[in-house]
């Protein structure tokens, strides 16, 4: 996991895009698994079939849709980067909100809104988390200035030979 | 590519290089710069790798490019059948008008979806067998390929019978091996060239 950084930004598109994708799918996975446990016929072996099948028929489509808000969002974020010509945490709260006003975008327009403003709050909360992590962390990398000698103390001590300015 | 020490290595400056800095002591353009530039090495690519690091990109680093590549080309290829199939439909239908875009749209956006859902599957599905092999054998080569793309098929049709698991695990080798062959092509060509006499 060290390996990954995010790319530039055309393709951070389809990056975004396959990862979302394969968090729909292995998030739906488990989600369905436990659904489909629940509520199939009793018996062991039927309840795990049951499982089976609604993580096959189930999961490809929650992935589809993660993979559709993830490449929007991407394309939202890449057009805001080239239009304001920065990137900071903006970037992804406008497009939050405006991925999920598109998305939206078929049923209505009070549907429209109430899903801009759960997107915009979403991704301000996971920047905002972001940047929370960043300052923690950056905590100890903070330069430690090297200990000094109490200056009234050095009278005894040889200057260090050398250099001397008058 | 030509790596760094084969012919000219960075510290013997290439006084033939037609860049005019290097060799005749040229005074320098800044007195902040306390050096010859000239030394600095311009013709070839510098590369920069951080030690103990491998030389290629990994698969994970790939796996979500090549996930998000395939969902997208899914969704192309999916919305394009759907589209030519939703055109047969209405035809012969006979449905005009608002009625056949509405009916269009449902085409493509039913058939693009489902078909960039099998793909992005299969993708998500083919990358975490290639990652898990490629850790755990610690290399990364055609070899892994063919096995991840096997494993991929055998899966993905393992629910649909015997028979059709096993052509799906054909059907995996068949193309991992191909990719394998062409990605190799230059090495057997070099095979072939070689004359025992």
């Given amino acids: ?166 | 590519m030509s790596s760094l020490n084969d012919s000219n290595d960075i510290y013997t400056p290439n006084y033939e290089s037609s860049s005019g800095i290097a060799g005749n002591l040229r005074p320098f353009s800044s007195p902040y710069l306390n050096f010859d530039p000239g030394y600095i090495p311009q013709t070839q690519p510098e590369f920069i790798f951080l030690d103990g690091a491998s030389k290629q990109r990994g698969r994970f680093e790939l796996a979500f490019g090549q996930i998000g590549g395939s969902c997208m080309l899914g969704a192309t290829l999916g919305g394009a059948s759907g589209f030519y199939n939703g055109l047969k439909a209405t035809t012969l239908a006979g449905q005009t008008g608002k009625l056949r875009r509405t009916q269009l749209l449902n085409h493509v956006m039913k058939k693009g979806s489902a078909t960039a859902n099998t793909f992005g599957s299969v993708a998500v599905i083919y990358s975490a067998f290639g990652v898990f092999l490629s850790w755990t054998r610690g290399t990364d080569d055609d070899l892994n390929t063919v096995v991840a793309a096997t494993a991929t098929g055998l899966l993905y049709k393992s629910t649909a019978g015997l028979r059709r698991c096993g052509l799906g695990g054909a059907i995996g080798f068949g193309v991992s091996t191909l990719y394998a062959l062409w990605n190799n092509r230059d090495k057997l060509a070099d095979l072939r060239q070689f004359n025992p006499a």
């Fill in chain 1, 1 to 166: 996991m060290e390996e990954y950084t995010r790319e530039p930004c055309p393709w951070r598109i389809v990056d975004d895009c396959g990862g979302a994708f394969t968090m729909g799918l292995i998030g739906g996975g488990v989600f369905q698994s436990i659904k489909g446990f629940r509520n199939a016929p009793s018996g062991y072996n039927r309840r795990l079939m049951g499982s089976l099948t609604a993580i096959k028929q189930r999961s490809p489509i929650i992935a589809g849709n993660f993979a559709v808000w993830g490449g929007m969002f991407s394309t939202i974020d890449c057009a805001l980067i080239h239009i304001r010509k920065k990137e900071d945490p903006w970037n992804s709260i406008i497009s939050g909100a405006a991925t999920g006003g598109i998305l939206a975008a078929r049923n209505g327009l009070p549907a429209m809104a109430g899903s801009a403003f759960i997107g915009g709050v979403l991704l301000a909360l996971i920047e905002g988390v972001g940047i929370l992590f960043t300052r923690l962390s950056a905590e100890q990398f903070q330069p430690q200035l090297p200990p000094m000698e109490d200056p009234s103390q050095l009278g005894e001590q040889q200057p260090p030979g050398g250099y001397q300015f008058q």
